[in-house]
């Protein structure tokens, strides 16, 4: 058992990472000076935009992010309850939702130039505030409330304990939310496509992009502008690594843990009942071409998400849990090319698609599976084996009950966050295969803005209704 | 200087499934009150709520010799200048030894020499001279107790509340904490309350006694007197 799903685990990771990427880097060697070309003045700007957009976005996310995380955490108000809620919703929302949301803010103001690195900075702000505020206050919620009044009882006041605890005991919590906030930054695409106002303002996803897509093909460029993303993400991801060493690993699984099943909304059977069936009937409402993105969104959806947890439950089997990380150390877009590069055109999209996505995602499966698999039962499974239960069996008894809820509640959010994916599609998209994400895109890019509209609506509907649908009895447990 | 006594009136704690009450008491500077009860009473929810940590109604605060009363069940915990020794001592576990007690000096403003001065001297005097600079993980559960002591009262509080002080140590450790308290005490005589189930030397006692769904501190004179 465990050797078939070491070779089977081999394959996949050779096919879906390795050899593409190999391919990708081989793929032109005409690279005479390799200095010029790697600091060509274009690339560097390129560099110097992203880098430089990332950490004004990061500085403003963590001025309101931190205060907003202190002050939901020790306020017990309806009013904090609900922020906390939407926070705890908002951050899975799809791009498309921040541009909407920027662009109806920035109309509200009447902002002359909408289309600008500001507008990016702000809806990166927008995007990146719920994602630090969700992690700082399952960070909070981790600390022993007894400390902390342990610490009040000295006589400290907010500053005391913001200094002495809150800083100190969140320092690498803090850290890690940076570095993954950085993370998605690096890899953001559809924000900065739609809202940046098009080249040369672009960072460096939407430059590979450009690069190998818009007009005539810069190949060299591409790589290079890779290479750079491939130097940045790793930096993070060995940021990360290190952090989540030690006594830290817990507290960032703990994080983990807590996205996926803490506490939020209990939806009545009825209600998603009612939806669904809106939801169906407006299927049949709906334009043939919405309703055909609709339907390969979905289904690729479904079959991502159903890949990615065996993928992950596949990689536990094996012992080496790292590789179902490796996905996380290179970014959408690079992979999206790399697989362009290696397998080209020559297979099915919608196989292509499901094998990047599969690799991609499946760091967030690993992340919130892990550690639960790694608290089983092994004593009660014992006891029923000895009372003649196959292990399987014991294990289904034992483990699947605990289980069951997160690896449905996994489901929906990796349906989620697959049905909003647009960097791995959209060098496939082709041939009436044009996922729902991509549709929004499109209709964006055309400035087709209702339709773009009414398609993000109908995409949060569908990803939120199967988060919630998976959840619906949470609070039960 | 002579201390403040610490007084409490019509305490009671009211819960959906209970309500924990007290009688009055007042206890003058250098004066302790042993609070005994069995166990999963109330007896840590009634050093909360003394403490502020639980809402409670009644008054309680601090008595001048001149007989002027300043109330502080109003005040937030952290203004109420109360050292506590927690059950579990929940010392910082990214601080050493020494860092813990010294937080406690940083945030009521006592720094410089002085400060490093009185860590010292009470690190040496509860044996803990070699374990000043150890990690609280590498800190034994007697250890771990003396520094939670020490941090709880080395700024001077004007009440001093001990819950289990010295549950699970050994006799060594018991009789250096032991001394250092009533040394402690002799150099600055507060008001003292002691939650155990160990009988302890007091010159009061609170009792705790089941009513149905009351459970009452009952104030007698101490059966241990100091």
Known sequence: ?477 | MKQDSFFVRNFKVVRPEMAIESDDFLIKAGERLWVHAPSGFGKTSFLRAIAGFEACHGEMGYQNEGGAETLIQALPPHRRQFGILFQDQLLLSHLNATDNVMLALKINKIEGARASERVSTGMKDLGLESRMNAPVTQLSGGERQRVALLRSLIFEPKLLILDEPFRGLDVLSHERMNSFLNKFLEDHPIPMIIISHQPEKCDFELIGESKGNVRKFILRPGTHRS
């Open chain 1, 1 to 477: 058992m465990k050797l078939t799903s070491r070779i089977l685990v081999l394959l996949i990771s050779f096919l879906g990472l390795v050899y593409p990427v190999v391919r990708f880097v081989m793929r032109d060697s005409s690279y005479q000076n390799w200095q010029q070309w790697f600091f060509e003045s274009q690339t560097l700007y390129t560099v110097r935009l992203t880098l430089g957009l990332t950490l004004i976005s990061l500085m403003l996310s963590a001025l309101i992010a931190i205060p907003m995380a202190l002050w939901l955490d020790q306020t017990r108000t309806l009013f904090a309850r609900w922020v906390r809620k939407f926070l705890e919703v908002f951050w899975v929302f799809p791009s498309f939702v921040y541009v909407f949301l920027v662009l109806a803010v920035l109309k509200l103001f009447r902002v002359e130039d909408i289309f600008s690195l500001r507008s990016v900075v702000f809806a990166w702000v927008l995007a990146g505030v719920p994602f630090i505020v969700v992690t700082l206050l399952t960070g909070l919620r981790d600390l022993d409330v007894r400390e902390r009044e342990a610490i009040q009882s000295l006589g400290a006041n907010f500053w005391d304990m913001l200094r002495y605890f809150f800083l100190p005991k969140l320092k690498r919590v803090i850290a890690s939310s940076f570095l993954h906030q950085s993370w998605l930054y690096l890899t953001s695409f559809s924000l900065v496509v739609l809202l940046s106002g098009g080249p040369p303002r672009e960072t460096l996803e939407v430059g590979i992009y450009t690069a190998t897509r818009l007009g005539h093909v810069n190949y060299a460029h591409a790589l290079a502008l890779s290479l750079w993303q491939i130097l940045f993400v790793l930096i993070i991801r060995v940021g990360l690594k290190l952090l989540m060493r030690s006594e830290v690993k817990k507290e960032i699984e703990q994080v983990g843990i807590e996205w996926f099943s803490g506490s939020s909304q209990s939806y009545s059977k009825k209600i998603l009942i009612g939806v669904g069936g809106l939801a169906l009937s407006v299927l049949f409402l709906l334009p043939a071409e919405l309703r055909d993105a609709l339907i390969t969104g979905v289904t690729l959806s479904g079959w991502v998400s159903c890949g990615v947890i065996s993928y992950a439950l596949l990689v536990y089997l094996t012992g080496w849990r790292g590789l179902a990380e490796a996905g996380a150390w290179i970014s959408p877009m690079v992979l999206s090319l790399a697989w362009w590069s290696a397998y080209g055109f020559d297979y099915s999209p919608i196989l292509l698609c499901f094998g990047i996505q599969v690799v991609l995602l499946a760091p967030w499966a690993s992340r919130i599976l892990y550690p639960l698999l790694d608290r089983s039962r092994k004593l009660e499974q014992e006891a029923l084996q000895s009372i003649g239960a196959h292990p399987l069996r014991s294990w289904l008894w034992v483990e699947w009950p605990r289980l069951k809820q997160n690896v449905f509640w996994l489901a929906g959010v990796i349906f989620g966050l697959s049905l909003a994916e647009v960097s791995t599609v959209i060098l496939f998209s082709r041939g009436g295969f044009e996922p729902l994400s991509v549709w929004i895109q499109n209709q964006l890019m055309r400035f087709q803005l209702d339709q773009a509209f009414y398609g993000t609506l109908l995409l949060m509907a569908v990803s939120m209704g199967a988060i919630l649908w998976v959840r619906r009895d949470h609070e039960a447990r």
